[in-house]
């Protein structure tokens, strides 16, 4: 954050908020959020990478792209769980691999042009089928071949090569662009039919939204919103109590968001992935070892809000298991694992590189150096490298960095406001998932075989995939369910829910007045 004259930030953020309200200083630093009474003013962890629809999938961009400047076919309900209509009004399925969607009519992108069935086939080719490494084609399509085919205008085909029990669902991750979007490369500033336009995004310092005229819905209540970022959570809060701000998310309990404070449960589970294609980590006693060094109560009491968790999806996603507990604190069993393999001839002595990411979640920093402290109590070699999100997203995202990086430990996070396990199995823990670094054939089956499954069987399968993960893999260190908080101005009603940190609807947003 830059600043200017005496009020230029200051090195001891935790009583950042207190001065500030004290002196009468912005905040906002150099770059005052403006836009009026009618513009909802937002302030993220980080700028977003890319706008580009079919990256919506990932957090930053999907945060402000999805359901604000682009739509996608279907929508999940985050607080029921139900898949609602949003562009397609209906939809049947005519066999095992076909489905037909009834499109709704009179709806413009914000270009003028008519959304059409047309439109829509291109938008799922573009995003599944196209030379521009679309992050939803990994995770949510893992690379599945389909057809969009347009019947008419207002009737779309979608055929798969294999059943596919859950297609309208991973549909509402395909954000909906016309056909005069670029099919051959990212686009940075997208056209789509959501109630907010691109007005202007000055690279570094602000993105600003416009309402959309011609939207086919109910107008939301603010004519504009205006996104800034800044790292620091207390300097978030307090551009929200200090009246600079009306939303401010990605916050901690001591950020000072004071009776602004809203608290809510997430969808999202942190975690690291472990390399376990190196040494050490390649010996699944190491992995076992990097479980029981990790004290989770203490993380969750001490650096960041949430609960322990033993995997990666949270309560009432299809494939939760809820007989996987987290892994115990047990130091001493840690020190065991890693002494019998040391005696065994695994290089112990090899230094693990943890690479965190700054701003993904409250105190990011400080809770790696926790799981570095337990894991050198443990007799293991431990760095930390952290990165901003465009650096660390070349290590989370295949293909990953050429060169020997060394064994490494990525932190990361995953959402699942999707509902269904298939969307965090075959990408995270799959052999050829976008984000796995590792997986076995034996796993693989597993996942293949419950994504074909519907109804409680499609349940019991992720279930035992999940289980299989956690006895016989252990690829990952899970650490906590996330609690969210955001701040919120007294102009402002919002009630988040479970995706909010992935996807927050700016048409949610009501004037209190």
């Not at 230029?8 to 953020?13: D, E, F, G, L, T």
């Not at 047309?118 to 893992?142: E, L, Q």
């Not at 890693?338 to 590189?353: N, Q």
Request: aromatic share 6%.
């Amino acid at each position: 954050m830059t600043g200017s004259g005496l009020c230029r930030s200051r090195p001891i953020v935790a009583s950042l908020a207190v001065l500030l309200a004290a002196s009468g200083c912005s905040v906002a630093g150099a770059d005052p959020i403006g836009g009026g009474p009618d513009t909802l003013r937002i302030v993220l962890p980080e700028e977003p990478p890319t706008l580009e629809p079919c990256d919506a999938s990932l957090t930053a961009t999907g945060r402000v792209t999805r359901a604000n400047i682009t739509e996608a076919l279907t929508e999940r309900e985050p607080s029921t769980g139900r898949l609602e209509p949003a562009l397609a009004t209906k939809w049947t399925r005519a066999s095992a691999t076909s489905w037909t969607f009834t499109l709704r009519r009179g709806v413009t992108f914000h270009d003028g042009s008519p959304f059409t069935a047309a439109a829509a086939a291109f938008s799922v080719k573009r995003a599944t089928d196209s030379g521009i490494d679309c992050n939803v084609d990994g995770y949510i399509f893992a690379d599945s071949e389909l057809t969009a085919t347009p019947v008419d205008d207002s009737t779309l085909r979608v055929t798969t090569a294999k059943p596919d029990p859950i297609l309208p669902l991973r549909l509402s991750f395909v954000e909906i662009v016309p056909t005069s979007t670029d099919p051959d490369s990212r686009v940075r500033e997208p056209v789509g039919t959501g109630p907010y336009r691109i007005d202007e995004w000055n690279q570094g310092r602000y993105l600003r939204l416009k309402r959309f005229p011609g939207y086919w819905g109910k107008d939301p209540d603010f004519a504009a919103a205006t996104y800034v970022w800044r790292a620091e959570g207390s300097v978030r809060a307090a551009m929200v109590t200090n009246d600079e701000a009306d939303v401010a998310i990605g916050l901690a309990p001591e950020d000072g968001a004071g009776d602004r404070a809203v608290e809510f449960a997430t969808n999202e589970v942190s975690y690291l992935r472990m390399d376990a294609t190196k040494p050490p980590l390649d010996d699944i006693r190491i992995r076992r070892a990097v479980n029981y060094a990790i004290d989770r109560e203490g993380l969750v009491t001490a650096v960041f809000a949430g609960r322990p968790s033993g995997l990666l999806v949270s309560r009432g996603v299809t494939g939760h298991n809820p007989r996987l507990r987290p892994w115990p604190y047990d130091p001493e069993r840690a020190r065991k694992l890693v002494a019998e393999a040391r005696a065994d001839g695994v290089r112990t002595d090899t230094t693990l590189t943890i690479i965190g990411r700054n701003g993904i979640y409250p105190k990011a920093a400080e809770a790696m150096e926790v799981v570095q402290d337990g894991l050198i109590k443990a007799g293991l070699k431990v760095r930390i490298k952290m990165l901003d999100v465009n650096a660390w997203l070349e290590y989370l995202l295949r293909p990953f960095p050429a060169g020997d990086t060394g064994p490494t430990l990525l932190q990361a996070q995953h959402g699942n406001q999707a509902g269904d396990a298939a969307f965090t199995m075959g990408q995270i823990y799959g052999s050829e998932g976008a984000q796995s670094s590792y997986g076995t054939d034996a796993l693989d089956t597993l996942i293949e075989q419950a994504e074909l499954a519907s109804g409680g069987k499609r349940q019991q399968a992720f279930a035992d995939a999940f289980a299989h993960q956690n006895d016989k893999v252990v690829r990952d260190a899970v650490l906590a369910n996330m609690t969210g908080l955001l701040a919120l101005s007294p102009k402002v009603r919002y009630r988040p829910d479970p995706a909010t940190n992935d996807e927050m609807r700016l048409a949610d947003m009501r004037r209190a007045d």
